[in-house]
């Protein structure tokens, strides 16, 4: 048995949940049998749910870092403006559902989908990615660069 499928999931107070009547406090994920698609699909259903019930009361939060002389980020209206050191600026709309704000060297990515929100930063990091030698570019506020030492001059 799932040790995650099995688990049930707390639906708080002010969410609601259409699956059948009388579903007001808890859902319990159950599989129809055990054949071998069904048992390893019964985690993931059960956190997809989850997910979807903590996106509701909560929300999730990406938050990205630029760093690098001239790179910049801006927001106009529901798009984002990206200056990357290339030849034009990078312009990305919010997807629906999502939305983005810029605070200095920040971009902080908000919304209920999980899925979506992680989508979203993996593309504007995409834009730019941490480079090994000086570290610039777009990172996670969490990730860690792995830097790397450069040339050495001749003797």
């Known amino acids: 048995m799932s040790r995650i499928g099995?688990?049930?999931?707390?639906i708080p107070a002010g969410v609601t949940v259409d699956v059948a009547e009388n579903n007001t406090t808890e859902v319990i994920v159950s599989r129809p049998n055990d054949l071998k698609r069904n048992k390893s699909l019964h985690g993931l259903t059960r956190t997809l749910i989850n997910n979807m019930v903590i996106g509701v009361t909560q929300g999730y939060e990406k938050s990205l870092e630029i760093n690098g002389v001239g790179y910049k980020a801006a927001k106009e209206g529901k798009k984002l403006v990206l200056s990357l050191g290339y030849s034009h600026p990078v312009n990305m709309m919010d997807p629906e559902g999502i939305e983005s704000s810029v605070d200095n060297n920040k971009i902080i990515i908000k919304g209920i989908d999980k899925e979506k929100v992680g989508q979203y930063a993996a593309e504007i990091r995409d834009k730019r990615r941490p480079e090994p030698y000086k570290?610039?570019?777009?990172k996670y506020s969490d990730e860690v660069i792995r830097r790397k030492a450069g040339k050495t001059g001749k003797k």
């Open 135 to 138: 570290g610039k570019g777009i």
């Open 6 to 10: 099995k688990m049930p999931i707390a």
